[in-house]
């Protein structure tokens, strides 16, 4: 039974995650700052802080760095935070466990993506609006806990090796809201410092780029053994013969040339980021013009209708 201190905060640590929610208060407090002051600096919501002090929030990895920084952990909770398998029941698609299983052993991915983020790169917001679009809700927490969980080992100190191409309709394709496109902008500019990943983009700009017809990835195991792995609509697709392994390395290699460099890349994040910013202002100023417009109408409407004379009681 989870128990209350003094300041109504709760001091259960029966899990992993009640674990680092309660290095995360004691570290807060040791710092003599309230939930507000700690969010004040992140920058975040109180709740984010509240939530994930109480074991009920996975805390990305963008927020704990920025709670090292702020509280002078020395490294201790990024430590902790890539030591915690944050999902230890996940269920996946029986197409798809095989990638799974490749994923949690890679030493290298080297993907191409196009139309949407790619999942290991994906912000919890992202992915839930994305399911949301095919499943119920039952279905859509299920699915975006899988797809989280796929990315720890990748943010976790001293990862594997993740290159990405992603072709720039995937920054622009808007998935659920201008809000989440943005937050799913600066994610892929925070992990994209990160030393074992790079994010190149594919400009459209550009229609001599040489792209790859479907998204696919190139996935090197410890035993340097390689495969190739892409999608169709309900199903994975692997190869590993040589002869597929040389022409598809071969058109990722040629890829990687032709988009932007990673500096590049980022700026062009940063300039997407901005344009979601700009179009959800402009969409609630022609929200707001649009409701105006209509009571307008109704009102001329009212006025304009014909006036049929009030029916009075009989006395």
């Known amino acids: 039974m989870s128990q209350r201190d003094a300041t109504g905060e709760s001091t259960e640590a ?23 002051g700690l969010a ?10 509240a939530r994930v002090e109480a074991g009920t ?25 890539g030591r915690i398998d944050w999902y230890p029941a996940v269920e996946y698609p029986d197409w798809f466990q095989r990638r799974v299983e490749m994923d949690a052993k890679a030493v290298a991915v080297r993907a191409y993506q196009t139309h949407f983020i790619p999942g290991l790169l994906q912000t ?25 969980s ?16 992603i072709d720039e309709s995937c920054l622009r394709n808007v998935v659920g809201n201008t809000q989440v496109m943005q937050n799913q902008c600066r994610y892929l500019l925070n992990v994209g410092k990160l030393p074992n990943i790079r994010i190149q983009v594919a400009p459209s700009h550009q229609p001599d780029v040489l792209r790859p017809n479907a998204s696919m990835s190139l996935i090197t195991l410890p035993d340097g053994e390689q495969w190739v792995y892409s999608e169709s609509l309900d199903r994975g697709h692997f190869g590993n013969d040589p002869a597929l392994l040389a022409q598809h390395s071969q058109l990722y290699d040629v890829l990687r040339a032709d988009a932007l460099s990673a500096r590049e890349s980022a700026a062009l994040i940063s300039e997407v980021l901005e344009g979601h910013g700009h179009h959800g202002q402009a969409r609630s100023q022609r929200d707001m013009a ?3 417009l209509q009571r307008a109408q109704q009102r001329g409407l009212h006025r ?12």
Do not use: M
Not at 14 to 35: C, E, I, N, P, Y
Not at 40 to 49: A, H, M, N
């Open 124 to 148: 919890e917001e992202y992915a839930h609006a994305l399911f949301a679009q095919v499943y119920d809700d039952d279905e859509v927490k299920n699915r975006t806990r899988a797809r989280l």
């Open 14 to 36: 029966a899990t992993t995650a009640g674990v680092f929610g309660d290095v995360l208060r004691h570290f807060r407090r040791s710092a003599d700052l309230t939930q507000d």
């Open 304 to 315: 304009s209708s014909p006036r049929y004379p009030r029916l009075r009681p009989r006395r």
């Open 150 to 165: 796929r990315q720890q080992r990748f943010l976790a100190p001293d990862g594997p090796l993740l290159v990405v191409v």
């Open 290 to 292: 649009q409701e105006q």
């Open 57 to 81: 929030r996975v805390p990305q990895d963008n927020f704990v760095r920025r709670c090292d920084e702020v509280l002078c952990t020395g490294g201790v909770l990024i430590q902790l935070w």
């Open 40 to 49: 004040g600096q992140i920058p975040c919501d109180r709740s984010l802080v």
